[in-house]
């Protein structure tokens, strides 16, 4: 069963040594990074995946006034964890979550788009595409497709 922890002194530590798979670096940012952001920026949630006691994978989520909307902005399973359908059912879990505790109505994903696993799993979960999008940060340009689902 999927679980959302608190990122804290407890566990801090494994979400940072989670890591994704070589050939998909680059379609998520490091776990360090996000758990930096989010200790210096207002208005981003992290949390730990876990599957009963194990921790499987890491998220943030935030408000973004750009959309505007809630986003599911960073998520990942550990490599070790892949195939084992973690991915789905922890984002089941996560819009469930949203929509109950939250009540939120609509969550936006963005998905790099040249990761075809990743979207084919976000649409067959429900996730629909909304439009493509082009931005350059830290001197890297990223190539987006956004994906929404009512909830």
Known sequence: ?????????????????LKVKESQKGFVADNAQSLVEARFEEGLFTRAIYADDTL???????????????SLSRFMIGQQYQGQGFGKEAVKAFLRYMKEEMQVAEIYISVEIENIPAAEMYKKIGFTFVKSVEYEFDG????????KIRL
Do not use: A, H
């Open 140 to 147: 890297v340009t990223y190539r987006e497709n956004q994906m």
């Open 1 to 17: 069963m999927i679980q959302f922890r608190e990122v804290d002194k407890s566990n801090y530590m494994d979400c940072l040594c």
């Open 56 to 70: 499987v994978g890491f998220l943030l989520f935030d408000y973004d006034c750009t959309i505007p909307g809630w």
